[in-house]
C-alpha cells in the first residue's frame, strides 16, 4: 500500500507565507504526478496545483504567481510554498499520488492515494 504524511499547515495572517510538505511511502515502484488539493467548508475540493515527474506543472487560476509546486523525486516528496495568502485560501490541503505500486512478487499495480490533509487558516 502507499501512505502519504502531510504537514506544515497553520494558522497565518493575509499577505503572510507557508510551505507544506506531503511524503510517500510504501511499496511504491514509480510516482506519475504528486499535486495539491484544497476544500473549503461547503464547497467541492479543487485542484491547487499539480506536478509530473518530469516536471510539468499546472496550477489553478487563483493561485498562479503566489503558489509554487516543487519536488524531490529521490525522496517521494512534494511542496507547496505558498505565499501572498488570502482569506480565501482557508482550506484544508490534501496531498493526491498517482503511480505504480508492488501487487506481489513481479506484479505491479497503479495506486492513488490521498493524504489525510492539513488546515491551513489565512486570517484578515
Known amino acids: 500500500q502507499v501512505q502519504l504524511v502531510e504537514s506544515g499547515g497553520d494558522l497565518v495572517q493575509a499577505g503572510g507565507s507557508l510551505r507544506l510538505s506531503c511524503s510517500a511511502s510504501?511499496?511504491?515502484?514509480?510516482?506519475?504526478?504528486m499535486g495539491w488539493y484544497r476544500q473549503a467548508p461547503g464547497k467541492q475540493r479543487e485542484l491547487v496545483a499539480r506536478?509530473?515527474?518530469?516536471?510539468?506543472?499546472n496550477y489553478a487560476d487563483s493561485v498562479k504567481g503566489r503558489f509554487t509546486i516543487s519536488g524531490d523525486n529521490a525522496k517521494n516528496t512534494v511542496y507547496l510554498q505558498m505565499d501572498s495568502l488570502r482569506p480565501e485560501d482557508t482550506a484544508t490541503y490534501y496531498c493526491?499520488?498517482?503511480?505504480?505500486?508492488?501487487?506481489?512478487?513481479?506484479?505491479?499495480?497503479?495506486?492513488?492515494?490521498w493524504g489525510q490533509g492539513t488546515l491551513v487558516t489565512v486570517s484578515s
Open positions: 506536478m509530473t515527474s518530469s516536471g510539468t506543472t
Open positions: 493526491k499520488a498517482n503511480g505504480w505500486r508492488v501487487a506481489g512478487e513481479n506484479l505491479q499495480t497503479n495506486f492513488e492515494a
Open positions: 510504501g511499496s511504491i515502484v514509480s510516482i506519475n504526478s
